[in-house]
């Protein structure tokens, strides 16, 4: 079944002055959302660029640029005398878990890797909160970027007590998440943590690192845990790409 600009549809009257990010990119957030959510189910025509172009109030070559993008992304096909079809969604399941307990903390997804951005240095963290523990006094500094099937997922900057460090090898931040580090580490108890998810959009930077489209939805997670002698030991804040993540939230 084609879908037609007949159907009633909120795009109507969009405002693109809201981001400064070109109309075209901006239009093709919008037809990136409609297949995700299938609004566009996959192997059916979508409409045309003239019905297009006109329920969007915007000029038809605006409308091929955005197509463009998702052809690119191997969302859509076109074909001539034919017509567009959509051949694909952004992301056929959620894989990455962003767990609420601490068990789940320690997982990460079959098939990862880890890219360190920027290797270990002396920093104080900007996003600490007093009031769950005594400050350390002073902090080992890494960035991180994690991939799966040749996708970046996630970027993450980990703080870790300086004394904690010297016990912790180099290289286990290149296989493990900073919270299995810290769990597997002897003689270290962790006996409170801490983790605040927030939803935003991604900026030029974060869309460059995560290979996003330009505002696309992005998950915010700020964590901490504390030792049993009062001390915030690890501090992480992290940006999940919004298509991959799920928040595992247990009740009981």
Not at 147 to 162: A, M, S
Request: with cysteine; hydrophobic share 40%.
């Amino acid at each position: 079944m084609v879908t037609t600009s007949k159907q009633k549809n909120p795009s109507r009257g969009i405002d693109f002055s809201r981001s400064a990010a070109a109309r075209y990119v901006q239009l093709a957030s919008l037809f990136r959302r409609r297949v995700e959510s299938g609004q566009w189910p996959v192997g059916e025509q979508i409409p045309t660029v003239d019905n297009l172009a006109e329920e969007c109030s915007v000029a038809r070559a605006t409308v091929r640029q955005a197509l463009t993008l998702l052809e690119k992304e191997n969302l859509i096909a076109r074909y001539r005398a034919k017509g567009t079809f959509v051949i694909g969604k952004p992301q056929e399941q959620f894989w990455c878990e962003v767990a609420s307990n601490w068990d789940g903390q320690l997982i990460a997804p079959e098939g990862v890797s880890i890219e360190v951005l920027a290797a270990r240095d002396r920093r104080t963290p900007a996003t600490a909160d007093p009031s769950l523990g005594e400050m350390a006094k002073s902090y080992q500094y890494w960035r991180r970027r994690h991939w799966r099937n040749g996708k970046p997922y996630y970027l993450g900057e980990v703080y870790i007590d300086e004394t904690i460090c010297k016990r912790i090898p180099a290289k286990a931040f290149e296989t493990k998440t900073s919270m299995r580090i810290l769990r597997e580490l002897p003689g270290l108890e962790i006996v409170a943590a801490h983790q605040t998810l927030t939803l935003g959009s991604a900026d030029p930077e974060i869309a460059e690192q995560l290979q996003l489209p330009l505002n696309a939805p992005v998950a915010h997670v700020h964590r901490s845990a504390v030792d049993r002698n009062g001390t915030i030991v690890f501090i992480g804040d992290g940006i999940y790409r919004g298509d991959v993540v799920r928040l595992d939230i247990k009740l009981k």
